[in-house]
C-alpha cells in the first residue's frame, strides 16, 4: 500500500520505461503527471519494443489502471495511437478533463522558433511543448473536456482572442497557422476516441491514496530538464521533480521517489554539458542512445555525480535505479565527476546547478578501473564483478541515497536487486 515517484535523475533519457513497467507490476493505478509527447518511454513487452510518449507505461497491462494528469499536455494524435496499444492489451485508460491539449499552432511556433532562433536553438523537440505551457501559465487554451462540444472548443478558442493572438505569434515566426475553422475541425476528428475516457483524475487518484492503495506517479523527462530547478533555457516546460507530481495531482509525502539514472550520461538538446566526451561516438553507437522520440542522437559522456547529487536532493529522491550499467562493461576504465570548480573555488556541496554555473564549472574526474565480465545474467547486486560493484558503491555513498535496482540488459528480467 504505497504511493511511489518515479522521476528521471538526469537529462531525460535514462530508462524511466523499464523502470516503470517493472514497479507497475503491483500498481492499481499509473500516473503520468508531467511532460507531453516530448517523452518516449521505451518497454519491452513479450519480447517486442514499445514505445510510449504520453500515456502511462501500464498501457500494455490488462490489471490496474493507467491514467494522465492536469498537467500532461495532451498530443492528440500521439493519445489516440496510444489507446489503441491499450486496447489491444485491454487497459482501461482515463484522461484529465482539465489536460491541456497540444493544438497544430503550439507545434509550429515550436519548430518556427527553433527554425528562426539561428545560433540560439535550444534543440526543443518541437513537439509544442513550450508554447502549450505557455498557455496553460497564462490561464488559456484548450482542455480535453472542451471536445464534449464545438460550442465549447469554440468559445475556449476565441475567448479574450487567443487563438488570433496565438496566429499572430506564428506569423511574426514566418509560419502560415490554420485558421480558427481548420483547428475546430482537427480538434473534433478526435472527440469519439478521448471522450470516452475522461475523467477527474485527482479525484481518482485521491480516492485511491485515501484508500491506500498502490499508485505509481511516472514522471517523464528528468529533474535536470525541470523548468525551474534545470538550467533555463536549456530546459523543458513542466515540473520535472517529484514536486511536479504534488503540484499537479495534490497528493504530498510519497513513500517512495525512485530516481533513474543512466550508469554513464547523455542528453540531447542544447544546453551545457560538464562531462561530455566529445569524442562520445564509441559510447553512442554502444549504449544505442539516440532519442527515442525524434531520433536524434543523444550526446554522451561520464557520469557526473555532482549534476545527479543534485538532481537527487532537488528532485526529492530516496533511492536510485542505476540502468545500462551492461553499457560500460568491457570498455576499460570509467571516469565520474565528483567535484566542479567554479570561479576558481570548489563549487559549495548546496549550490543551484544553473545554466552558468554547469557552463563555466570544471570538472574532476575520478578513474575507476572497468570490468570485463558479461553481467547480463547478474540479479543480484551483490554478485555483480568487484569492479562494477565498487563503481556502483561509491555512486550510494556519494549520493547519499541507497541504489536498489540495477538495469543490466533491456529485458524486463534483466534487473539486479539488494
Ligand atoms: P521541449 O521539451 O521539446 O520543449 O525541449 C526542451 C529541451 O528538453 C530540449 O533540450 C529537449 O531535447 C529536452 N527534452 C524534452 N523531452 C525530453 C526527453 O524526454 N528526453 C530527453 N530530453 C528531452
Known sequence: MSTTVIV?????????GKITHAESENA????????????GHTLVVDGKERVTHVLPSNIVRAEGRAMTGPGVVHDLEVVRDELRI?????ASVFLDRSAPIVLPIHKLIDGAREASAKGGKLGTTKRGIGPCYEDLVSRRGVKLGDLTSERRLREALTERGYYAERQSVARHHGAEPMSLDETVEWCMQFQDD?????????HLIAQMVQSRRNVLFEGAQGVLLDVIQGSRPYCTSSHCTAGGASTTMGVYGFDRVIGVAKAYLTRVGAGPFPTELHDGEWLRKKGNEYGATTGRPRRCGWLDLVALKYACRVGGVTELAITKLDILSGVGDVYVSDRYLFEGK?????ETLTSRVLRESKTQLVRFAGWDEDITEVRKIRDLPENARAYIGYIRRYVGVPVTMVSVGPEPQQVATL
Do not use: C
Not at 528521471?8 to 524511466?16: C, F, M, N, T
Not at 492499481?28 to 517523452?39: K, L, S
Open 8 to 16: 528521471g535523475a538526469q537529462w531525460g533519457d535514462e530508462g524511466k
Open 28 to 39: 492499481d493505478a499509473v500516473v503520468r503527471y508531467g511532460g507531453g509527447a516530448n517523452a
Open 86 to 90: 491499450a486496447q489491444e492489451y485491454g
Open 194 to 202: 478521448i471522450v470516452p475516457h475522461l475523467a477527474d483524475v485527482r
Open 346 to 350: 570548489p563549487l559549495g556541496k548546496l
